[in-house]
């Protein structure tokens, strides 16, 4: 659905110039959530908007949709962005509008007859949960009802994708889950292809499908949540992953002298399954669960225990080797 080859992009700043982008390579598939996460400074917001070409890159190509946008003059650009949808930190609304006006505003612009977008404004409302709140200004409206009204807006023009710029970053905990599942609720029933950019590891973690770690204008990791998540291969990712666990160094947790420290992961329906338990019935191995947690990625459960384990170390490797052998993931910490 999107593909972007070799993009760069560089800002001249007096004589010098700044590199936010190097040679972007990234292909986002159809009806992919597919989120880009990076610190402040990072090229996010550069890469996001150089996929409706709000920024011009400065070398390489923008495909949307089979459309070559970077080929494209000005009418045809412009008549190809109302395929892509965007939402903002601050929302970006018009304050002297009201919300069913606001929702209204890119269907006049498309110049749609009043009865056609009367009636989608309405469906895009009930879509949202604002159908109690049409005739509100933007300034009676909460920080989570702000951007339901930016999700409806930008969903009006029945676009193929929907690009977040850091939507969740101006709302407190509650409100964020609540507008990622909103997010999650249009892509599963509507199948938009979705964009986001984001500094929060959480929000990377509960909605996303595949994701990029960008630092200094660059890719430097890229894959399947899940995978990236639980071997994350490049110090920034690490620094990222870290945000959402309470990671006490193991080893500081570690009791025994004679025993191992395991990092064990598990993922789907092994999350349930009683394997540590039963591997150990039979042993005269004994364990501590030192951490523990089960968490769940956008649809997938998965959980890791640091376990300290205390015995024969051959009756241990035995132990391992059947952990193993049920499917997950072991690591030794030591
Ligand atoms: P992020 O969204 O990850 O915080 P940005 O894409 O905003 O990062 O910025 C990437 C780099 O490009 C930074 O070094 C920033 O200072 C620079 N930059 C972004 N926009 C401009 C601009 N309009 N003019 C000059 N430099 C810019």
Not at 20 to 31: E, F, H, Q, S, Y
Not at 98 to 124: G, H, Q, S, Y
Not at 209 to 237: C, M, N, S, W, Y
Not at 307 to 314: F, P, Q, R, S
Request: hydrophobic share 40%.
């Amino acid at each position: 659905m999107i593909e972007l080859t070799d993009v760069s992009k560089s800002y001249r700043v007096r004589s010098a110039s700044v590199e936010a982008l190097r040679n972007i390579n990234l292909t986002v598939n159809k009806g992919e959530i597919y989120g880009i996460i990076g610190h402040s400074g990072a090229g996010k917001s550069t890469l996001l908007r150089c996929i409706n070409l709000l920024e011009q890159p400065s070398g390489g190509s923008v495909k949307v949709a089979g459309v070559e946008l970077t080929a494209l003059g000005s009418v045809q650009l412009q008549k190809e962005r109302r395929r892509i949808g965007m939402i903002f930190q601050h929302f970006n609304l018009l304050t002297s509008a009201t919300v069913r006006d606001n929702i209204a505003f890119p269907l006049k612009l498309a110049r749609e007859p009043r009865a056609k977008w009367r009636k989608r404004v309405d469906e895009l409302l009930k879509l949202v949960g604002l159908e109690q709140h049409a005739d509100k200004y933007p300034s009676q409206l909460s920080g989570g009802q702000k951007q339901r009204v930016g999700i409806a807006r930008a969903l009006a023009n029945n676009p193929d994708v929907l690009l977040c710029d850091e939507a969740t970053s101006a709302l407190d905990p509650q409100t964020t889950n609540a507008i990622l599942s909103l997010l999650l609720d249009i892509n599963d029933k509507l199948g938009i292809t979705i964009v986001l950019i984001t500094h929060e590891m959480n929000v990377i973690r509960s909605i996303c499908d595949r994701v990029a770690v960008i630092d200094g204008g660059q890719i430097v990791e890229e894959g399947q949540v899940l995978d990236v998540f639980l071997k994350p291969q490049h110090p920034v990712t690490q620094d990222f992953v870290d945000q959402v666990s309470d990671a006490v160094d193991p080893r500081a947790l570690q009791q025994g002298r004679n025993s191992r420290l395991l990092r064990v992961h598990y993922v789907g329906r092994l999350t349930y399954e009683p394997i540590l338990f039963n591997a150990m019935k039979s042993s005269s191995v004994q364990f501590a669960i030192l951490q523990g947690t089960v968490s769940r990625m956008k649809h997938t459960p998965y959980g890791q225990i640091i376990v300290e384990l205390i015995g024969e170390n051959a009756e241990i490797e035995r132990i391992i080797d059947v952990l193993r052998h049920e499917g997950l993931n072991v690591e030794d910490l030591i």
